[in-house]
């Protein structure tokens, strides 16, 4: 995995600010596994490692919060989040159920549009590129693409505002699954789950797209976190 860049190495990122570095630098730690699900963030420890000061920090832990990343509790600071194995489930379960119902919609009258189409293709292309290159953080981000396309192929807005924070929440999640899956499993396998689902929906058949949805394995390597509540 390629290493993250330090905060103060400002000359080759150009105008990128202090709060975008500290948050590509923590989403990797957390999507990466290096920060756990629960594991408490000092803000203290952070701007000393990080080498920056607490105010672009806590802006960047306030964003990660909206990705659905960290929690800020009530008098006892931040961590990085964490569900129960019942949030899991359910997460998981509402994910299914929406993706269906967006290919209800975008199947409805044969194959999507050719733009919407192309936008999941591209998605398709990002998690092979990802894949192939081995990037943790690059996996995390197409794949979250990836299911925002297959959602988007129904064209439908509101559908889309609700499933976003769905996928926000179960990112690390996904991620987890991911990492789990290459230990026993050829690093290719998922990019070509994703692979498969798209040649599924672009054929326009509705059963196949279906098909390829419930083999898509979204938590097939989360046993240990769904074993108890």
Known sequence: MTAQPELTDLGALGARSLVELAVVRLRAEILSGSLAPGERLVEEQLTRRFGTSRAPLREALRLLGQQGLVEH????GVR??????????ELFGLRDVLERFAVDLALGDGPPPA???AVLERATEKVERATAA?????????HREFHLALVGLAGHQHLLRVYEPVILQLQLYMATNMRREAEVRPASSGAQRHRRLYEAVASGDRASVLDALGAHGARAYLTPELEAD
């Open 134 to 142: 081995g990037e943790t953080l690059d996996q995390a981000e197409a």
């Open 73 to 76: 509790l009530p008098r006892r």
């Open 115 to 117: 733009e919407r189409l």
């Open 80 to 89: 990085v989040a964490s569900l129960s194995a019942r949030d899991i489930d």
